[in-house]
């Protein structure tokens, strides 16, 4: 410590030999129930706060196809994703 400030080299020294427990390099596996879950969750969230903020009118049937647009724009984006990527 230097002045009360504490050294960032020191810490750094110190924390080298601490392994982090990592997963896979494509992260926690989920399964595609799992997936279109939250994938629907969230649609459902940004369907209703998108269209309470730009149309405030809106039907309950209309923020329902919003959701479930923007769920489909979710699974057409992971498809294109995944064709550029390749096998």
């Keep these: 410590m230097?002045?009360?400030k504490i050294?960032?080299?020191y810490i750094s020294a110190c924390?080298?030999?601490?392994?982090?427990p990592r997963f896979s390099q494509r992260g926690i596996p989920l399964s595609a129930?799992?997936?279109f879950v939250f994938r629907a969750i969230m649609g459902a969230i940004f369907a209703v706060l998108l269209t309470k903020f730009f149309y405030?009118?809106?039907?309950f049937l209309g923020t329902a196809g919003f959701?479930?647009?923007?769920?489909?724009?979710?699974?057409?984006?992971?498809?294109?994703?995944?064709?550029?990527k390749g096998p």
């Design 67 to 84: 959701a479930i647009g923007l769920v489909g724009l979710a699974y057409i984006t992971e498809r294109f994703r995944k064709r550029k």
């Design 15 to 20: 924390l080298g030999d601490i392994q982090i």
């Design 33 to 35: 129930l799992m997936i």
């Design 7 to 9: 050294n960032l080299l």
């Design 56 to 59: 405030p009118k809106a039907t």
């Design 2 to 4: 230097i002045d009360g």
